[in-house]
């Protein structure tokens, strides 16, 4: 995955976030437990 993919993934997440609010929705729950895992177990050096 790259970088502009992964800022692509955030970009949808927040407009869903968005949308979600313009309906109506007080809060949304992000189940992403992997997401965790990868990121203690990864050895690669990460970039800032």
């Not at 869903?16 to 992403?32: K, L, S, T």
């Not at 437990?33 to 990121?39: E, G, M, S, Y």
């Amino acid at each position: 995955m790259t970088r502009d993919d992964m800022d692509s993934v955030l970009a949808e997440h927040v407009a869903a976030v968005h949308r979600a609010q313009a309906a109506g929705f007080d809060m949304i729950e992000m189940h992403a437990p992997t997401a965790i895992c990868c990121l203690l177990s990864s050895r690669r050096a990460q970039s800032s």
